[in-house]
């Protein structure tokens, strides 16, 4: 029987811009409101959007906090994030009221990975610097001393987390000849190891004085805060290259300034930033980096998947199910 009260469909805001098949289909199945001139919204614009709905759908720009959940509507029951991180949204507080909370993991690994990857080739093989002399019209040819880069093939790639995107790397690291380290709060089974050939470090600092590119792939969490530290940045060998397609503030964003500008690491690929979207500007000065806006996953193919697994979420928690991605505790 039809519950009189409960509307027939449910109420989603989303917050920004997504694909028109996916806007499409969610205005086909909800009562839903979008952010057509795709801004991020403001803590007043957000306030509002979570005031009378039952679902909102927020992205990695909106600052979800416990302020503002405590201020939600009554009938806020579900958050379902577009993007894989949650470190956005206080889970804490959305557990006490009640809220559920889904993020799309999965479908956006192999982009990640394949983002990551072309950064490990191009920060070491100079591919910016390269790129930006053609275009300035100074390149007078070739020269056998000519934008000399290091070899990759040969060299040993640590891997901090390693979950899906982790062990996608991994996988596609072997096949440019890296031998795999790796640090995560659990180890591998062994099979998975066996596999990927990779080397477990329990311990972060003991990994980092053996590698020679550092990839960055854990959740930003409490206890990933400024994983890598002064302190830890300190361990690394002068010719290493960090590599963050995770998150800004995993890395002490000035410590990583400081170490790129005296030389104490050789080179570093970040598509994440501390403040983002700011960039400090000693970040643009330094030649060693590639600098890259968030677009880890940005492919049409993984933008799509990710409307299909925010639908199948909305969908599956208002039919009284369990919605597939939920975020279980273990984040914060
Ligand atoms: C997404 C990301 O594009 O999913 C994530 O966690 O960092 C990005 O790749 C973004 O979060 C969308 O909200």
């Known amino acids: 029987m039809t519950d009189p009260i409960r509307p027939a469909r449910p109420t989603v805001a989303i917050t920004r811009r997504l694909l028109p098949e996916t806007e499409a289909r969610i205005a086909e199945l909800y009562d839903a409101s979008f952010n057509p001139g795709d801004r991020p919204m403001d803590r007043a614009a957000l306030a509002a959007a979570m005031a009378d709905v039952d679902v909102l759908v927020p992205t990695v720009t909106d600052e979800i906090d416990s302020a503002l959940i405590a201020a939600a509507g009554p009938r806020l029951k579900l958050i ?63 020269s056998p001393t000519g934008m000399l880069g290091h070899r990759i093939g040969g060299k040993t790639l640590g891997i901090i987390g390693m979950g899906r995107i982790g062990q996608a790397i991994a996988r596609r690291a072997r096949g440019f000849g890296l031998a795999i380290h790796y640090h995560n ?81 050789a080179g570093a690929g970040l598509d994440v930033f501390e403040h983002e979207p700011a960039v400090d500007a000693r970040l643009l000065g330094l030649a060693n980096v590639v600098l890259l806006p968030h677009m880890g996953s940005a492919t049409f193919e993984g933008r799509a998947a990710m409307g299909a697994r925010v639908i199948a979420n909305i969908r599956a928690w208002w039919d009284g199910h369990r919605p597939p991605d939920q975020v279980l505790e273990g984040w914060a």
Not at 95 to 107: C, E, K, L, S
Not at 111 to 133: H, N
């Open 80 to 142: 379902a994030n577009f993007g894989n991180g949650v470190d956005h949204i206080d889970l804490a507080a959305a557990r006490a009221r009640g809220i559920i909370v889904t993020n799309t993991p999965g479908v956006l690994t192999e982009d990640t990975a394949d983002m990551t990857m072309a950064l490990i080739l191009s920060v070491p093989r100079r591919l910016a610097e390269g790129e930006k002399l053609v275009r300035s019209g100074q390149w007078d040819g070739w």
């Open 185 to 265: 709060r659990n180890r591998l089974p062994k099979v998975i190891e066996d596999e990927l050939g990779a080397t477990y470090h329990a311990d972060l600092d003991v990994m980092l004085g053996q590698i020679d590119i550092i990839s960055v792939n854990c959740p930003h969490t409490p206890a990933t805060h400024h994983l890598l530290d002064e302190r830890r940045l300190a361990l690394l060998q002068r010719h290493v290259y960090l590599i963050n397609i995770a998150r800004g503030e995993i890395v002490d964003e000035a410590a990583l300034i400081h170490a790129l500008e005296t030389g104490r690491i």
